[in-house]
């Protein structure tokens, strides 16, 4: 199967850069936001500040040029195997990429990286750690063809991995092939039509998380995936991407739901987001992704 960059962590996986402090008590905190990829080269990695909630956040106008930059492979024991030093971009990106010794790498699955960064003219120490996790491979044949809502349901047969986390925790994500407003499947198109969503915003539909409780693990130790008719937003040919994300993306998202109201706590009970950042906040996860590539049918009786 073909591996492709899940670029859904564009909208699945994005970070505010600022934190639900009450204004009275504002200070500064960096942010991180960075996320490996099994199996690719090391990833970005972005460094700002929060601002104050009166002023409208811009990451190019919040971001940290002068940062000491590495990310570490650690051993079974914990030490540092080998450091990649990284260096901030050239132009206006504003970004830290790894150093062209360190581009040679390619991501480990199942291995543990550590995100260290520091600062001459600043105070804080940031850590960060992730466990890639296993390679995810789609195996068996996947339909080429499904009918929209029809009975035969897009079913996914991932190979047997290596678990690195408690429980494996999926994303499904479609990237629409022919994304006009004539393909939108009907939910969709109904709410670009009323002007709740933008159809650019579509190409990219990413689900929300798979937890164990929603998929079928079988006794050879593969995991039978079902794609959800909802995450079909577009007829026609679309790339249907499987990733398994590591438990730092997975406890963000999850309280990032809570916190857009996701849940029926009091106002006063949302807890924050959960970061996995020593020293500041942000996020320094890790994922594995798959694709397969599908057409989605019209029903004979839809116009």
Sequence with gaps: ???FLPIFLLSVFSIVGCESYSQDDYEEVVVIESYAVANRPLPPVRVSKTVPAEIEYNFSDAAITNAIVQIVLLDENGDDEEVFPYQIAEGNQRMYNPSPESKLHSVLPTRTYRLDVNFNDRDEVIRAYTTVPDQVEIIGNVAQNLVYQSSEQLEILIAENERTQTQSVFVFSTVAQEPTIENLTPFYRASVENGNVELIDLINNASGLINEGNFQRNPDGTVTLRFPWIGVAFFGENLVITSSVDENLDGLVRSQQLQLGGSTLP????????????GGIGVFGSLSSDTIATRFLRPVNSQ
Excluded: A, F, T
């Excluded at 106002?267 to 020593?278: K, Q």
């Design 1 to 3: 199967m073909k591996k």
């Design 267 to 278: 106002p006063g009970e949302i807890p924050n987001l959960l970061y996995n950042i020593e």
